[in-house]
């Protein structure tokens, strides 16, 4: 089966900084995705990675290593309002995606 | 205004009863998609098209059908609500010939009593 793995909760500290795996195990792969989602809220799109190696975003950045099937997002300078669910989502050999059930970041003061 | 806008927003409603929601988009994107989120779940695609006349069931179809009435419009229905559908659901697009990012609508809070 498909599976994408990633922590359910991390706590970290305004200011610091923050890194967020997921690993994954799809038939096939054709790119990854980072999504932010705040309760409530709709998914936005924060990253794409298809080639190995890191994409720098302002204070996001995504890696990508295909042949360990592992991926990272990190956030630098953590802000309150990055206090938010983020999903991580593979698209496989048939070009569907698969989602993690998203790591809950908290931010404390 | 919203490219992809949901109704309703939130709708309670009791088991057994028919319910629509509504998505349409402003974007012209081609690839429309219906997903349903639960508390510690990640996304589960229930229906997808690609064009008007293109459906295709995702991995929880069951209970659920939809249609496509124009490039812009996806519409969602559960034909006899029960309490396990109880969920955020979110319409979502994507442009054929892009990297395949989605564009999710606000989302529309079902509770079924």
């Known amino acids: 089966g498909q599976n994408i793995d990633q922590p359910t909760e991390m706590t970290a500290t305004e200011g610091a900084i923050v890194q967020i795996n997921c690993t994954y195990q799809?038939?096939?792969?054709?790119?990854l995705f980072w999504y932010q989602q705040h309760a409530g809220e709709a998914p936005t799109f924060l990253s794409y990675?298809?080639l190995d190696g890191l994409e720098e975003k302002g204070r996001f950045s995504s890696f990508l290593s295909r042949s360990k099937g592992y991926s990272y997002l990190l956030l630098k300078e953590l802000q309150m309002k990055d206090s938010a669910s983020y999903l991580c989502?593979?698209?496989?050999?048939?070009?569907?995606?698969?989602w993690g059930a998203g790591t809950k970041l908290i931010i404390k003061p | 205004d919203a490219d992809v806008t949901q109704t309703p927003r939130n709708r309670i409603t009791k088991t057994g009863k028919r319910i629509m929601l509504e998505c349409s988009q402003t974007?012209?994107?081609?690839?429309m998609y219906w997903y349903r989120q639960d508390p510690g779940l990640g996304l589960r695609l229930i229906y997808y098209?690609?064009?008007?006349?293109?459906?295709n069931k995702g991995e929880i179809s069951d209970g659920y059908s939809v249609s496509r009435q124009a490039q812009a419009k996806f519409s969602l229905s559960l034909e006899s609500a029960i309490p396990n559908q109880t969920a955020l659901y979110f319409c979502?697009?994507?442009?054929?010939?892009?990297?395949?990012?989605?564009?999710f609508g606000e989302g529309s809070r079902l509770t079924v009593l």
């Open positions: 799809t038939s096939g792969f054709n790119g």
């Open positions: 979502a697009t994507a442009g054929s010939g892009d990297t395949g990012e989605l564009f």
């Open positions: 990675n298809v």
């Open positions: 974007k012209g994107h081609d690839r």
């Open positions: 098209s690609f064009d008007v006349k293109d459906i």
């Open positions: 989502a593979v698209i496989d050999s048939n070009y569907q995606l698969i």
